[in-house]
């Protein structure tokens, strides 16, 4: 435990009472907002900030600060008056007086990129829990890396009913109590309230009950004494599992007719009751007035991790130069100059040796030589490592109590996988790539929206991707899943042809740090269609001439991934015909619509007749091939056969495109 806070005449109340009034005035301000979580969770937060958390207000982005969790992000008044009464650089008085507005660092839910001191994005329920499992799996795994004297921090995470209601956080919880994360300490506002009205409406769980199965210590205590949420801090700080402390609190404590209601949750107090409030707290004072004594006894909590951020700073100069330049490279999130020259080099043995394999097969094959060269590349499956082929030879699996390893086994979890990778991307240190099938991305995708509206640099390794996998059927088979992410803003899909192009695709999702992306890999096997390796990264544009016509091109064919083959086929049969057809491979169709307009004109070219090929729906493609363009691919869902089969059933063959490019020609 950490030095307390002190200073005369100013007590627990007194700290409590200010964030419960920032967090009143900056609701009724804005004439929107969530006050009844801060005025209840004052006390949690007021004892946590002032006795435990290992904090510098100075610099919140200090890599052995303990991490705190809003994951009830709807009650984010009480994070912004924490991050404004403990001095971080930005959080003024006047940010907490624009509270919802547009511009300012504090808006409804805590976002990471607009709020110094925010650790991640929380808004939808379960997101911050699940995600902070991540972080505290981060410390332990970078703990077994460097020691104590460099990685020995906790994470704290705030939770409300409805994050423990949001089926995420099972996931969460569950692969938290296996692993053994014990720096993991989740305070439970258990008030008992939801919008619609008591909990006891929709849910009637044990909580305690529910995490001590999961593995979890877990706690009840009074969530309005201090001195009981203290000792039950200390004690989890001790535990050798995660910890739950159940605090039963008064949603809108203090309000004379709302609290312990749900009129308290999500609606301004209005002028009387918030009168009435500020009156039964005994808080004097103007709106957003903080008195002089209150004020420094925040200050102080907010430098009280000071020294201890300094005796870090020390021990990390006094390190081996070139132990401390690689610890801060990868917390700073630089990548290695090693792994652009380990792909070149890939490529051109690809080229002497060439690889007709599944893309699933040609990612492992890339990993075997990433993992080497990229250290902080942490790999993962969803329960189907065999399928996704994330295992590489040289990688130790994490294990419960165990850290020094670089594979997770996330289970059939694949949301909280996704948001676990968030929480290890945003600790820092690590590039989180975790693995499932396509057509799960639904299972993961609330997770995976985060990433990219926070620009979290996770990589996505899907494999499975089309109608390809065959017989498991339409339930496995993703039709629409390829135009879902690519709609997603800062999403970036690579659906790569080969094992060139996969190893490419590998390059480029590692080298961006601003957002996350999915890897969508093939089941069945697929020729090597590129014919040049070298430094240069073709994929790089989004989409590239792969195979030019002979001659004046009378059409293009546009295709990713496994229709590639498909493209250059009819390629070679038009050519028999005398008609000259240019091929262009699309490993990434957001990619390449993102270039400017000169880039994709040449790539586009200016031959009449456009096709596209994939094994998915035309949604995205009028972009390169115009709402009259040809497309060969699904129209509805797929089906169980061979994947062959089921190619000729769904028309998706070389045959079905001549036919359709002559056809038009001829019209």
């Known amino acids: 435990m950490l030095n307390t806070v002190s200073a005369d005449r100013v007590t627990h109340s007194d700290l409590a009472n200010a964030v419960r009034a920032l967090a009143m005035d900056a609701v009724e301000q804005a004439k929107s907002g969530h006050p009844g979580l801060p005025m209840g969770a004052a006390d949690i937060a007021t004892v946590l900030f002032t006795k435990f958390l290992k904090y510098d207000a100075a610099d919140p982005t200090w890599p052995d600060r303990d991490r705190f969790v809003l994951s009830a992000g709807h009650g984010s008044m009480l994070l912004y008056a924490l991050l404004h009464l403990t001095g971080v650089k930005g959080m003024t008085i006047e940010e907490l007086k624009n509270f919802r507005k547009l511009g300012s660092k504090t808006p409804g839910h805590p976002e990471n990129f607009e709020t110094p001191g925010v650790e991640t994005t929380t808004g939808p329920l379960g997101q911050g829990i699940a995600t902070a499992v991540g972080m505290a799996l981060a410390e332990r795994m970078l703990n077994a890396e460097y020691g104590n004297d460099l990685v020995d921090h906790y994470t704290y995470v705030l939770a409300s009913d409805g994050d423990l209601m949001e089926g995420i956080s099972h996931e969460a919880i569950a692969l938290a109590g296996h692993l053994k994360l014990n720096r993991l300490i989740v305070l439970f506002d258990d008030n008992g309230i939801s919008i619609d009205g008591p909990l006891s409406l929709a849910d009637s769980v044990d909580q305690v009950k529910r995490f001590q199965a999961c593995g979890w210590n877990a706690v009840r205590v009074d969530g309005h004494d201090p001195k009981a949420i203290q000792r039950a801090i200390s004690r989890a700080q001790k535990s050798d599992k995660p910890t739950l402390i159940a605090c039963k609190t008064t949603i809108g404590f203090g309000a004379p007719k709302k609290a312990g209601t749900s009129k308290a949750h999500g609606e301004p107090l209005g002028a009387e009751e918030l009168a009435g409030a500020k009156a039964a707290l005994a808080w004097t004072y103007a709106p957003f007035e903080i008195p002089d004594n209150i ?23 006094a390190l081996p130069q070139d132990k401390r330049a690689e610890f801060e490279r990868r917390v700073k999130g630089v990548r290695p100059k090693a792994l652009a020259e380990a792909i070149a080099t890939l490529k051109d043995k690809l080229i002497a040796e060439p690889q007709n394999v599944a893309t699933r097969k040609a990612s492992e094959i890339a990993l075997e030589v990433i993992t080497e060269a990229v250290p902080e590349l942490v790999l993962g499956s969803a329960d189907l490592t065999p399928s996704n082929n994330t295992k590489t030879k040289n990688l130790n699996a994490i294990s419960p109590g165990s850290y020094a390893g670089r594979y997770i086994h996330y289970g ?24 499932t099938f396509l057509v799960f991305t639904d299972y993961a995708r609330p997770a995976m929206r985060i990433a990219a509206l926070a620009g979290i640099p996770a990589v996505y390794v899907m494999t499975h991707d089309s109608i390809g996998l065959g017989e498991d059927g339409p339930t496995h088979q993703p039709v629409e899943h390829l135009a879902a992410l690519r709609c997603m803003p800062k999403m970036r899909v690579f659906r790569p042809a080969d094992a060139i ?49 002979q001659g004046k091109a009378r059409a293009t064919i546009f295709a990713s991934g496994s229709e590639v083959e498909i493209a250059l086929a009819a390629q070679k049969l038009l050519a028999e015909q005398s008609f000259a ?26 031959a009449p007749i456009k096709v596209a090929i994939e094994a998915a729906v035309r949604f995205g493609w009028d972009s390169v091939i115009g709402p009259d363009g040809i497309f060969v691919g699904m129209h509805g869902f797929g089906a169980s056969a061979p994947y062959k089969d089921l190619y000729k059933h769904f028309g998706i063959t070389a045959e079905a495109v001549v036919e359709k490019v002559l056809r038009t020609h001829n019209l």
């Open 581 to 606: 057809v240019r091929v262009v491979s699309v490993p990434s169709l957001d990619l390449f619509l993102a270039q400017p307009e000169k880039v994709r004109e040449a790539i586009i070219g200016d």
């Open 412 to 435: 059939i979890r694949e949301h909280g996988m996704a948001a676990a990778m968030n929480g290890i991307a945003l600790h820092g240190g690590y590039v989180p790539a975790g693995a």
């Open 295 to 317: 004020r420094d006894a925040w200050a102080k909590a907010g430098k009280k991790g000071r020294r201890h951020r300094k005796a870090w700073t020390d021990r990390l100069k």
């Open 501 to 549: 192009e996969t190893a490419e695709a590998w390059q480029l999702a590692l080298e961006r740090t601003d957002g996350p992306t999915t890897l969508a890999l093939t089941r069945q096997n697929l020729p090597q269609v590129r014919k040049e390796g070298g430094a240069k990264n073709l994929s790089a544009t989004g989409a590239y001439e792969l195979s030019p016509a």
